[in-house]
């Protein structure tokens, strides 16, 4: 089999960086519509009242989405560094695959935890039960999206480096 050129290593990287772009834009549409939607309502609602604290949480996770899109965003390279080796475009590949699969793991436990807030509130003279269910469902709506788009990342980088990963010499 042939090496790889570089101009192939350099098509592989792009291709790679502009999948990557794409679902941090899909993250960032996540955060302005969390914070149009549950800002607005937000505004408008009764603090005693469970939608008060589910529209704050919202709030909030999209203030940290938007840290990670921004970070995600700023350490994109559409053009493939000088001296690119196959071994940096293998290692690269697996670390945003594990990372995605890392995340998924994580958002499975931000769901769990937004059931047991929710039991919680049901809990006889629970303190706040109206801040724990807006909480819970929370994190069910916040982890429910990040565990569909961190799957959706990881299978399609996953995808992706199938293409070429197999070919390597």
């Known amino acids: 089999m042939p090496a790889i ?10 291709a790679r960086e502009l999948l ?27 603090r005693r009242h469970a939608p008060y604290y589910f529209h704050g949480m919202n709030v909030a ?5 938007a840290g990670l899109a ?26 945003n695959e594990n990372v ?9 436990a931000y ?3 937004g059931y047991y807030l929710r039991a919680q509130a049901r809990v006889p003279g629970q303190p706040l039960p109206a801040r724990l ?3 819970g469902h929370s994190l069910w709506v916040q982890g429910g999206f990040l565990l569909v788009f961190d799957v959706a990342m990881w299978s399609l ?5 199938k293409a070429w990963l197999p070919q390597l010499p």
């Open 5 to 14: 050129t570089a101009a192939e290593l350099a098509a592989l990287h792009h």
């Open 20 to 46: 990557l772009g794409q679902g941090l834009a899909v993250l960032a549409a996540w955060v302005l519509l969390n914070l149009l939607g549950s800002g607005y309502r937000l505004a408008r609602a009764d």
């Open 61 to 65: 996770w999209a203030f940290i989405n």
């Open 70 to 95: 921004l970070w995600g965003i700023w350490h994109l390279r559409l053009t493939a560094p000088a001296g690119l080796r196959l071994a940096d475009l293998v290692q690269a590949q697996l670390f």
């Open 100 to 108: 995605f699969l890392l995340n998924a793991g994580l958002d499975a």
């Open 111 to 113: 769901i769990m935890t």
């Open 133 to 135: 269910l807006g909480f």
């Open 157 to 161: 980088l996953h995808s992706q480096g």
